[in-house]
Each structure stands twice: as structure tokens, then as C-alpha cells.
């Protein structure tokens, strides 16, 4: 048992570290209130490798592991949590399936322009009416020769307006419940597909996600993503890995809001000292790090069983819940430390707390995890 | 980062889970109605290793590292959490002994300990006025010839009416905390009176007296450490013995979640069992998740104080976690079993008050917070 990173772990945290304070953290405030896709910080994040972390060098990733993968999440998003969440799509919830379930025609294709980040995949699973209930979906596919015709819509899908792709998942047999599910790797620029204007979001605003359609969308049958009907393994397989990048992403977003709230609390003076004298700051500040602390060690435990091909569904889940609520709780703690300033948009407490609240939600609601959890926990 | 246990913490875990299972789990609720102190149950607890789990082989100890030591104790306190607390005590005079000791300090005390020869340990810190504030202690010592006079009293000591070894501090000189200094002193010592057992909300087959030393007289070469260390030795002890805490909240806080689950599956409302509604279901996976944090915080702690690393932040992070965790764990574990979590036929409410002193003893929550932002502010100065 050890808790130390490798050489090439910290090497990852300390370039994501470096990029976040100097390309996204000056820029995080404007980008949230102006709605603006961070295209030159992703243009970055490719340069980088940071869009394909896992992918093998020969698909055109990185080559690095998931606990690396998670490390550069904490960093980047702990710089601006949309450009995060951004990151965490094209890897965790694009690439990874493509490159798990993909043929080497589909990787060729579909795998080596996203992981280089010349292009951005997205994942559509959730619909108006279902979400974490896979079965409910509505979107059908429907088999015509070589081809499957798809008429259906989805939302909610971050990323959507810029994606180039897509792994999309349809009903091909309604009767079969989740065995009836079928994942696609679909071009967005196929005709029938089309894209809604983006979202308004409450926070994470310069990562656009939006509504889609299909109409009568031809997509050739080579392009099923793993077998037909064998989509519910494919969703389910990528939201544990997906779940680890928002437990990272939670975590990125708890540091940034209480690593201001440390520093503004020894400027900021009441009653004749700092307030981080005062013993009700102090103790905020403290349980903010152990709450920080204990995430950080449930979402390496996640990357580190997932690195060894061990199953991880709890451990990923347990991460995702622990962490994301965390992040809402610290970001709140952090505001408050902050006093009026904490409400006022010249500071970043306020923002962190918005970007806080959409982790407990995306990728499995906490009711979610907890439903995953406990079957594990009442299976034991 | 590897979560992987070696060989030798598998056997220590494995070891510590075959005799808490066998020997303590099934007489820990008898013990706890008579308050009995399990005195032979030490002297078994010696033999497989489990009072010196950090000592080298050469002085009694098992050789097995903090990370070892740690997972002992979290299946030591599944079974009973005063049992655990006595070895905890135990091996946190062993090892300080150790660290601290000359080598005939070692060879006499340490192997003492180890082997269960002492029964156990007993560490005299806490007095009616000075705890976790160690700079405010008076019982003092006066050297007289080639003898240390200690007068004084002490409270909340742990094992105190059995312990053949305890290390005990004393003021050697008024300056606060350079003032202090630690000795050994063995049981049934002529001038060291134990008082009256305490009758305490939980932990109730653990031994807790207030002691008091009258004119006591200590050889000279029972000084531990150097005269005015006291105050370095009580809190590198005190660092090392929240981790042992922190594995014994961790062990009470699994012994609930593994009831409550076994509880919830057999019991049955609404036609259905108890387990299969989703309210119970969901403070099952709370409960885990929270136990399942307070553990790698734990390891994480035992882990780099093995590497001879600072681990004050962390030793403070996983015993503040931990307690409160088991203490929220605890609570949930009597809910989930209703009226029978209320009585002594079913273990959870005496886990409940088990768990209550976790976030007192060997620093209280608050002082737990207190060291914490200590070192954060140390790290973003």
C-alpha cells in the first residue's frame, strides 16, 4: 500500500497546473458571464494531450493512465470548471467507449482525430424522459438493409454544439428493456441530425450542451458501437469511468473555492485581526481540507482499480457522491467566508458554487450513486 | 499510489480479524454488562502479535509497520471498541518507548509490552485541568538523590488500574511547555494510588481511573527522553495514537453499517424486508461512503507516518473524520434498526456509545480543527 504518485503523475499535475494558472484561471470569470466556448484553451488542451489522457499513443492519446487522467481533471478544473467538464466528455465519456467497445475501422475513424483533439466527441444518452433510466428512452432506431434509421431526440448534451461526433444511444427493440439499446457512432453532420440553440445553464456556462433531433437519419449499420442490443453495457460501463472525471472535476472546483477562501481570509480583517484568527473561520477552513482530502483518496482509490481492469461501479460511484456534494458544501463554505463579497460576481466564490451544483446532478444524480451503492453494500 | 496490501498487512489484518471474530466478538456484550476488564484476553492479544504491531521482532513486537497497525486495530474495534482502546493504548507506550528509550529502557519496558507481561499500557497525560493543553499540567517531579519524587493527579486514564507500565507526565520546571518531562513508571509503584473507576457512557469493559501520586518516588534512569522533552514526546505520541483512534472508529463504524445491512435484509414492513425500500437503502450507501473515506484517510495517515514522513495534518484529518463519521454511522445504525436499535439484545447502541467519547479522547474534534488550520495556513503562507 502507498500513497505517493509516480514521477509521471506529478509531472501531469504540475503542466495542468501551470496551464490552469496561466491560460484559464484569468479568464474562468469572463468566459462564465459572457457564455463564451473557451476555444483557445481547448485548442491548448490538445496541444497538450490532456483531450485523449488515456487513449494509447497509437489512437493519438496521451498513453497515461486514469489516475493521471483524474490528477489533470482536479488541476484544470480547479482553473475553470467548463473547460473541465469539456475535457472530461471527450475523454471519459467519448473516447473511452470508442476505445473499449470500437472496432479498429471505428478507431481509425472515430477515435485517433477526437483523442489528438482535432475533433470533440460527445455522448448522448439522456433524453426529456430518461436519463439514468436507460430503458425509457424513445429514440428508436429501426433497420433498413445496411442502414438503421433514427428518429428521436435528446438533451442535456454538454458539448453537443461543438461536437464532431457522437455516441449515440436508441431502442432498436423496445420489447427487450435494456437489452434492446444500441450505442451509434454518429458524424454530426448527418443529415437529420440537428442541434437546438445552446442551453441556458444556472452554472459550468461556457460548456454548451443543447437539445438534439433526428429525423430520419440514415446511419450505416458499420457503425454500431460494440453489438446491437449491447448499448446498456456500453452506457453503463462509460459513466464509471465518466463518474471518476466528475468526482475530479467536484474536487478541481472544492479547491479553487477554498483556496480563495484561505487566502481572502488572511487579508480580509475584523475586530482588529484577520479573519482566519477568528476560530469559526478556522474551523470552516478545516473541515473544508479533510472534506477535500477524503475525496481526493475515494477518487484515486476509483482510477487506481480502473487502471488495474478491476471492476470500480462502487468505488466510482462512491467518489461521484462524496465528491460532488463535498463540492457543494466547501463552495458554500467558501462563499460564506467571503462574506458580502462572496455574493458579488467580482469575487469567483459565487461562480464555484454554481459550477458545484450541476456535479451532483450529471452523469447519475446522488440518488443515482446511492442506488448503485447500496445494491453493492446489501449484495456483500 | 497502490491500495494493495502486502503480504504481511494481509496476515496482520487476517490474524486481528480470526481473533476478534473468535475470542472478543462473543463475549464483548457480557463484558460490557460486568464491566469486566478482559485481563486474560491480553496476554492472547500478546501472543499473536497485536500489542507491539510496529515494534521490531527484537523487542517483542511484530514488526509489521503503521499501516499494519492501523488495519489491527479496525478489526480489533469491530468486535470491541474496549478492547481496542487498551491495545491502542499498549502500542502507542511500546512504540514511544522505542523511539524515546535508552536500550536498557527498551529491553526492560518495551518487551514488557509486547509480550503482555505488563497486561498493558497506560499513558498519564490528562489531568482535571490540562488535556489536550499539555503546557498547563502540574503534577510535578522533584529529582532527590538518584530518585524522581512525582506529586500529582491524573484523570481519564485509560487501563490505569492494570497497566504495569505507564508512562506518566510530570512538571520538572515551571516554564510551560519546556517544563515538562516524561518517565516510566511501573505499576503498583509504592505512592501511586489508583482511584475510582469511572462510570462512563460507553467503553464500558475498558478501565478508566484518575491516579494519584503521592510522594512517588521513580528510579533516575526512568526519565524518558531528555528532562524538559515532555511536550515533543506527548505530541508525537499523540500523533501516532490518532491514528489509532481513527482505525478504531473506522472498525466500530464498519460493525454497524455489517449490522444494519444484516438487519435491514432479515427484517421485514410493509411485506417486504426493511432492505429493499429505498429510505433505509440510501443511509446504507451514506454510511459507506463515509466509512469508506474515514478508512483511506486512516491509511493514508498510517501510511506516511511509516515512511518517517510529517503526518500531523493527516494523523488530525482521519481521527476528526473518522470519529464523526462513526458517530453519524452509529446514529444511522440505531434508525435503521428502530426500537431493537435501543436495546442491549442487538450490539448497535452500545456502537453508539462507543463512538460518542471517538470525538473527545486523544484530542477533541475542536482540537483536531485546531491543529488543521494550523497547517494550512502553514502551506498557503
Known sequence: MNFELTDVQRDIQRLCREFAARELIPNARKWDETHAWPTEAVKKLAEL?????????????????????????????????????????????????????????????????????????????????????????????VRRGDEFVINGSKNWITVGPKADAIVLFTMTNKEAGNKGITAFLVPTHTPGFIRAEPDKKMGISAAHSCSMFFEDMRVPARNILGKEGEGFKVAMSTLDGGRIGIAAQALGIARAAFEEAVRYSGERQTFG???????????????????????????????????????????????????????????????????????????????????????????????????????????? | MNLELSETQTLIRDTARKFAREKIAPRARALEREERFPTELFKELAEVGLLGVNIPARYGGAEAGVVAYALAMMEIAAADASTSVAMSVTNMCAELIHAFGTEAQREKFVTRLTSGEAVVGSFALSEPHAGSDPGALSTSAVRKGDKWVLNGSKQWITSGAYAGVMVVWARTSPAGNKG???????????????????????????????????????????????????????????????????????????????????????????????????????????????LSAAELLTLRAAHMKEQGRPFTREASMAKLYASEMANRVCDKAVQLHGGYGYIDEFPVERYFRDARVQTIYEGTSEVQRMVIAREIFKLFS
Open chain 1, 49 to 141: 494531450s490532456l483531450l485523449g489522457v488515456a487513449v494509447p499513443e497509437q489512437y493519438g492519446g496521451a498513453g497515461l493512465d486514469n489516475v493521471c487522467y483524474a490528477i489533470a481533471m482536479e488541476e484544470i478544473s480547479r482553473g475553470c470548471a467548463s473547460t473541465g467538464v469539456i475535457m472530461s466528455v471527450n475523454n471519459s465519456l467519448y473516447c473511452d467507449p470508442v476505445m473499449k467497445f470500437g472496432t479498429e475501422e471505428q478507431k481509425q475513424e472515430f477515435l485517433v482525430p477526437f483523442a489528438r483533439g482535432e475533433k470533440l466527441g460527445c455522448f448522448g444518452l439522456t433524453e426529456p424522459e430518461a436519463g439514468s433510466d436507460a430503458a425509457a428512452q424513445k429514440t428508436i432506431a
Open chain 1, 273 to 380: 485581526k484577520p479573519i482566519r484568527e477568528h476560530q469559526a473561520i478556522q474551523f470552516m477552513l478545516a473541515d473544508m481540507a479533510t472534506e477535500i482530502d477524503a475525496a481526493r483518496l475515494l477518487v484515486l482509490q476509483a482510477a487506481v482499480l480502473k487502471d488495474k481492469g478491476m471492476r470500480h461501479s462502487l468505488e466510482s460511484s462512491m467518489a461521484k457522491l462524496y465528491a460532488s456534494e463535498m463540492a457543494s458544501r466547501v463552495a458554500n463554505k467558501a462563499l460564506q467566508v467571503h462574506g458580502g463579497m462572496g455574493y458579488s460576481k467580482e469575487m469567483d466564490a459565487e461562480r464555484h458554487v454554481r459550477d458545484a451544483r450541476i456535479t451532483e446532478i450529471y452523469e447519475g444524480t446522488s440518488e443515482i450513486q446511492r442506488i448503485v451503492i447500496s445494491a453493492n453494500v446489501l449484495k456483500e
Open chain 2, 180 to 290: 515538562l518531562s516524561c518517565f516510566i513508571v511501573e505499576g503498583g509503584t509504592q505512592g501511586l494510588i489508583i482511584g475510582r473507576h469511572e462510570d462512563k457512557m460507553g467503553l464500558r469493559s475498558s478501565n478508566t481511573v484518575s491516579l494519584t501520586f503521592e510522594d512517588c518516588e521513580i528510579p533516575e534512569d526512568q526519565l524518558l527522553g531528555k528532562e524538559g522533552e515532555g511536550f515533543k514526546l506527548a505530541m508525537v505520541a499523540l500523533d501516532g495514537g490518532r491514528i489509532g483512534i481513527a482505525s478504531q472508529a473506522c472498525g466500530v463504524a464498519r460493525a454497524a453499517l455489517e449490522a444494519s445491512v444484516r438487519y435491514t435484509k432479515d427484517r421485514k414492513a410493509f411485506n417486504q424486508p426493511v432492505a429493499d425500500f429505498q429510505a433505509p437503502r440510501f443511509m446504507m450507501a451514506d454510511m459507506k461512503v463515509q
